[in-house]
């Protein structure tokens, strides 16, 4: 009677299957590198888009923030030496805002080309209307300082001056007086324009009526600062995606799918400064700036960089499903296929991020899900000899690009739906993984 011989399994064929799955762990680790650098890639695309915005609109007009306008009075005084004796006179400088303030503002903003990205320029026409009260110099400058009425200045600040398309005019009490370009008293405004209201004593009343108009170039944004006691800020524009921003929303606004409206209402006690100050002082108008950003639509850049955090799961699921198979199949991937499989789903992004620069984001990424859906199913096909297991493969990867897909569509709830889609994914794995023998060893017994 012959002794059955028994063969030595060795350690290799024993744990294979644990081996195999340790590799591909270790494999998807590994393709991060390329999905790493896809987001450099991205950010790269940012930053030549930013580029652009710049280019044009440093030609054109950068953003705009209407600071004023202040009525800035010099007066001087004496300084002594140590004895008492006067032995010379410094200047220095009241500033006042007005007691009323309404802004009406009619924006045009048109989307220009720069290659391929698309840049927001506007063109306005602003008119700033109010009262400015008798300046009480009195409670603000000493009584041993001589006030210099005939050196008064008007400013109005403006950012960007290579965004005026013309002439600007101050109308005080029924004359006109043209602005001149830049602000002879520094520590209030960076950047604007100055003019020479008549406040000689023989003119000033309880009241200065003015009115400036203005027309100006920006691009991306348009603020005012809030300097009246009192400040109302009226706002249209034919553009249906403005973002309201700033210090303070408007109080009403109507907006539409090619127009908004926009209304604010100010009070000085919203803000943290006063209506009148010396140049001693130091006052922060910035703060108190609002608004509109002039968006684009779609920021494709943006949701790419969303798409890409998903990769590691995408590469994942997909190993995975394609192991689950192999092991029911008792067929052979070699690493090097899974390799092959992993860069076809890293190149997805790549497409994604340079067909979304030619059209819309949701086509860019209906068809490069498609091109990936179909080159991985086809692959699989080869790899299996079998259509059954490559529709599970494409299956598999049309229901995780279309959660993305989804997620990428939500801003308040991507949070709550990308973590109630992950426990669900989680849960199919362990369903599916649950019979699966591991090891050689116990699939004999």
């Not at 003015?210 to 034919?238: E, Y």
Request: charged content about 15%; aromatic content about 12%.
């Amino acid at each position: 009677m012959e002794t059955p011989v028994h063969t030595e399994i060795s350690f290799w064929e024993r744990h294979g299957a644990t081996i195999k799955g340790v590799m591909i762990a270790f494999l998807v680790l590994v393709l991060l590198i390329p999905t790493f650098m896809i987001q450099g890639l991205i950010s790269e695309r940012e930053n030549r888009q930013a580029e652009a915005i710049f280019e044009v609109s440093s030609k054109w007009g950068q953003s705009q923030t209407i600071a004023g306008p202040f009525l800035v009075i010099p007066y001087e005084r004496p300084v002594h030496d140590q004895s008492g004796k006067e032995i010379g006179r410094s200047t220095h400088y009241a500033c006042f805002l007005p007691d009323e303030l309404s802004v009406n503002s009619q924006v045009t903003p048109e989307k220009r080309h720069r290659g391929i990205f698309d840049v927001v320029l506007y063109s306005s026409h602003i008119s700033l209307e109010g009262v400015f009260k008798s300046p009480a110099t009195d409670k603000l400058i000493p009584n041993d300082a001589t006030v210099l009425w005939d050196q008064a200045v008007m400013l109005l600040g403006i950012p960007d001056l290579r965004g005026l398309e013309d002439q600007v005019t101050l109308r005080w009490h029924g004359h006109d007086t043209i602005f001149d370009p830049g602000v002879p008293v520094s520590g209030i405004v960076a950047s604007g324009i100055s003019c020479k209201p008549d406040l000689s004593a023989g003119s000033t009343g309880d009241a200065h009526p003015f009115r400036i108009d203005l027309s100006l170039r920006g691009s991306k944004s348009l603020f005012f600062t809030p300097v009246g006691r009192v400040t109302t800020v009226q706002m249209q524009a034919p553009w249906g995606d403005p973002s309201f921003t700033g210090a303070f929303l408007p109080g009403s606004k109507n907006v539409t799918n090619d127009k908004f409206e926009a209304n604010w209402k100010v009070l000085n006690l919203n803000r943290n400064y006063p209506q009148q100050w010396t140049n001693e002082q130091q006052v922060n108008f910035g703060d108190s700036a609002f608004g509109v950003d002039f968006l684009l639509p779609i920021d494709n850049y943006q949701k790419s960089t969303r798409s890409v955090k998903y990769a590691i799961l995408f590469i994942a699921l997909t190993f995975l499903t394609i192991f689950f198979i192999e092991m029911r199949q008792k067929s052979r991937v070699h690493p090097f296929q899974y390799a092959l499989i992993g860069l076809a789903l890293v190149v997805f992004y790549t497409l994604l991020v340079s067909i979304s620069e030619q059209t819309s984001f949701n086509n860019a990424y209906a068809i490069s899900a498609f091109m990936t859906i179909a080159l991985t199913a086809l692959y699989t096909r080869s790899l299996f000899d079998s259509n059954r297991m490559a529709l599970l493969v494409a299956g598999t990867l049309a229901v995780l690009y279309g959660f993305l897909f989804v997620v990428l569509q939500q801003q308040d709830y991507a949070l709550l739906i990308g973590s109630l889609g992950l426990f669900i994914i989680l849960a199919v794995v362990m369903y599916v993984s649950r019979r699966i023998s591991w090891d050689l060893e116990e699939s004999g017994n």
